[in-house]
């Protein structure tokens, strides 16, 4: 990895019922903005919010989400691509994707390089209760980890609720991952957004940015913004408020591991990822393979 300069841009959704010109404008916001963001700060890594070209919750069935979205690559991301390439930067998109039926909707998140070509595709693995089709929601899971070597460093890729999930992120730094990329429309609070993506990038020594939406979208449902990045000791160096806008950072790899805490003439000398107990993980392999659930009664 080298220094460079990221950003986390948030949109607001169009507020109306989804169509093809509400989606045209959802994309026209996400370049103007993005356009505005690297021509003030020269971010090189400019990450989107999730499902930013439809809004998260599409209040339509699945069968017409999926006419109104794209295959990746497809016409839905070209010119957002294209926007990568005038401008020569990493772009992150989070987008409904097309699969290959009508009942079949992936939450997706795209890397576009400075070409302007895909050159990683991330599907989401754990779907929010609300939006996962086996709760009567829209979006098929995924089933692979992405991580990709860019011209940048390695850059892994989650989306919202996946940073709930310490073994993603996990993987992803253990194949090599330097920042994690998170596209969001967090439902939650602000303080589980910020703990999730700082737990994260301290559990794993990465950098996480972390794009969360603003407004509300089709459905009536509001989002909180507050995007950030993330240093690898857990220690948020950007932070949004609600309005659209962006935040950045100078992402340096000399200074990732610096210091014990920010600032600190202390040095730091423990390593989460080499320093794991990797015989007690083996030991208890079947344990954290086996079907579990919360002890506590659900709402």
Same mark, same amino acid.
């Not at 926007?83 to 990493?90: I, M, W």
């Given at each position: 990895?080298?220094?460079?300069?990221?950003?986390?841009?948030?949109?607001?959704?169009?507020? %109306?019922?989804?169509?093809?010109?509400?989606?045209?404008?959802? !994309?026209?916001?996400?370049?103007? +903005?993005?356009?505005?963001?690297?021509?003030?700060?020269?971010?090189?890594?400019?990450? &989107?919010?999730?499902?930013?070209?439809?809004?998260?919750?599409?209040?339509?069935?699945?069968? /017409?989400?999926?006419?109104?979205?794209?295959? =990746?690559?497809?016409?839905?991301?070209?010119?957002?691509?294209?926007?990568?390439?005038?401008? @020569?930067?990493?772009?992150?998109? @989070?987008?409904?994707?097309? @699969?290959?039926?009508?009942?079949?909707?992936?939450?997706?998140?795209?890397?576009?390089?400075? /070409?302007?070509?895909?050159?990683?595709?991330?599907?989401?693995?754990?779907?929010?209760?609300? %939006?996962?089709?086996?709760?009567?929601?829209?979006?098929?899971? @995924?089933?692979?980890?992405? =991580?990709?070597?860019?011209?940048?460093?390695?850059?892994?890729?989650? !989306?919202?609720?996946?940073?709930?999930?310490?073994?993603?992120?996990?993987?992803?730094?253990?194949?090599?991952? %330097?920042? !994690?990329?998170?596209?969001?429309?967090? &439902?939650?609070? *602000?303080?589980?957004?910020?703990?999730?993506?700082?737990?994260? *990038?301290?559990?794993?020594?990465?950098?996480?940015?972390?794009?969360?939406?603003?407004?509300?979208?089709?459905?009536?449902?509001?989002?909180?913004?507050?995007?950030?990045?993330?240093?690898?000791?857990?220690? !948020?160096?950007?932070?949004?408020?609600?309005?659209?806008?962006?935040?950045?950072?100078?992402?340096?790899?000399?200074?990732?591991?610096?210091?014990?805490?920010?600032?600190?003439? =202390?040095?730091?000398?423990?390593?989460? +990822?080499?320093?794991?107990?990797?015989?007690?993980? /083996?030991?208890?392999?079947?344990?954290?393979?086996?079907?579990?659930?919360?002890?506590?009664?659900?709402?």
């Amino acid at each position: 990895m080298r220094p460079f300069t990221a950003a986390a841009v948030q949109v607001a959704p169009v507020p %109306e019922p989804l169509t093809p010109e509400v989606v045209t404008r959802n !994309i026209d916001r996400c370049l103007d +903005l993005t356009r505005r963001c690297v021509e003030a700060t020269g971010a090189e890594l400019v990450v &989107l919010p999730e499902s930013c070209t439809t809004g998260f919750t599409p209040d339509c069935p699945t069968e /017409r989400l999926w006419e109104l979205v794209s295959e =990746v690559p497809g016409p839905v991301i070209r010119r957002l691509a294209d926007l990568a390439a005038e401008l @020569g930067v990493h772009l992150v998109v @989070g987008t409904y994707e097309r @699969g290959p039926t009508p009942e079949v909707v992936y939450n997706a998140s795209v890397l576009l390089d400075p /070409r302007g070509e895909v050159v990683g595709v991330y599907r989401k693995t754990h779907p929010f209760c609300s %939006e996962a089709v086996d709760g009567g929601g829209w979006v098929t899971p @995924g089933d692979t980890v992405t =991580v990709v070597d860019t011209a940048l460093g390695r850059i892994g890729m989650i !989306i919202c609720f996946d940073g709930d999930y310490p073994e993603l992120a996990r993987i992803q730094a253990v194949q090599g991952a %330097e920042v !994690i990329v998170r596209p969001s429309a967090l &439902l939650r609070s *602000a303080d589980v957004w910020e703990l999730t993506s700082r737990a994260r *990038a301290y559990d794993n020594h990465v950098f996480v940015v972390g794009a969360n939406a603003t407004g509300t979208d089709s459905a009536g449902v509001h989002y909180f913004g507050n995007s950030h990045v993330v240093t690898p000791v857990g220690h !948020i160096v950007a932070k949004a408020a609600s309005h659209e806008g962006w935040v950045s950072a100078r992402l340096d790899p000399a200074e990732a591991l610096a210091s014990l805490t920010p600032g600190s003439n =202390v040095g730091q000398g423990f390593d989460h +990822l080499r320093d794991r107990n990797l015989d007690l993980i /083996r030991g208890y392999r079947e344990d954290l393979e086996a079907p579990a659930k919360s002890a506590f009664p659900h709402a």
